[in-house]
């Protein structure tokens, strides 16, 4: 039996209208599915060669870690003197925003917007004991308008909900609906770590298969 990873709704509110979240192997996007496993133009000369990404093991195994946790309503996105101006339809709050203070020195990626939200998502998360959960970028999805910044969460400790926060791409107007994974969690198990340094010999070998990709 897997571990368990436990999203519990802060109220009913969540519980009964918010999208819950779900396994980001099951949300790859149209254009990875869409994806071709090998291409054409070099089939004939050297067939392994023609393997595309859509084959590589790693990339799937990072597109499809963890969970997504969804936009649980419309965003409605407006550039007003250069600054993202958000809004929604609904009574609950859907994000809030970190204070200048809290972010004034810090430095979001290049084409973004420095005005840092954070998701109200409604969920606590937790993990079992020593386990953490790594919040990223929805690795699937390079090209949304908006840019989640990474952290990392004892989630077997803390309580509340996590407001993962984001930036908006600068001139950015539109709308991010409803259901568009937010952010990726990913739990892993927290442990010690050494560093050792060597040089390989020639006739030793670390893997069976030392052909990653």
Known sequence: MGKIINFIAQDEHVWQVRPKPFPAIKG????????????????????????????????????????????????????????????WTTTAKVLGVWSPEQISNFKVPDGFNNLIFKNLHGWTIKTPPGWSCLFIHPQAYPDLPFYTISGIVDTDVYDGEINVPFVIKDGFNGIIEKNTPMFQVIPFKRETWNSEFDVKKPDKHFFDNEKIY
């Open 28 to 87: 790859l996007p149209e254009w990875w599915k869409e994806l071709p496993v090998y291409s054409d133009e070099k089939f004939d000369l050297l067939p392994f060669a023609a393997v595309t990404v859509k084959r590589c093991v790693p990339t799937i195994d990072m597109l499809g870690a963890g969970y997504y946790v969804p936009l649980w309503a419309d965003l409605f996105v407006k550039q007003e003197n250069e600054v993202p101006v958000l809004k």
